[in-house]
């Protein structure tokens, strides 16, 4: 039996969670001070996943820069080709929380989002 140590990256606690793994399946998490930990780890183990952030350029508004976001978490192998379809990207002002600045990156079924309102100038 194998044993991988992750620091729990869920929640504020940062836990060392051991999970036990028998011919590639996980057979227990342990080391969790809430659910959340063993969840964690039973993914980050089999489909690692992760929210990106970045900016994008703004075209007329009060601001340059529009930060932005994954809504959802995507496969880990693909943060670097989301990083590349955002960059170069231009959207125009007005922009509000949660506006889709593009959809399904890289086909991932995921949008990205703005995280701050940006008005004209």
């Given at each position: 039996?194998?044993k ?12 060392q969670v051991?999970?036990?793994?028998n ?7 342990t ?15 089999t ?6 952030t ?30 590349l ?7 125009k002002a007005?922009l ?21 309102t940006?008005?004209?100038?």
């Amino acid at each position: 039996m194998k044993k991988r140590t992750l620091t729990c990256i869920s929640c504020p606690l940062g836990c060392q969670v051991t999970a036990e793994i028998n011919k590639g399946e996980i057979v227990s998490v342990t080391g969790n001070t809430c659910k959340r930990g063993d969840v964690y780890a039973r993914k980050e183990l089999t489909n690692p996943t992760r929210i990106v952030t970045s900016t994008v350029e703004v075209i007329g508004g009060e601001s340059s820069r529009l930060p932005v976001k994954t809504r959802t978490d995507i496969p880990k192998s693909m943060i670097f080709d989301c990083i590349l379809a955002l960059k170069g990207l231009k959207v125009k002002a007005p922009l509000k929380v949660g506006d889709v600045v593009l959809e399904n990156v890289c086909g991932t079924g995921v949008d990205i989002i703005a995280t701050k309102t940006i008005k004209t100038f």
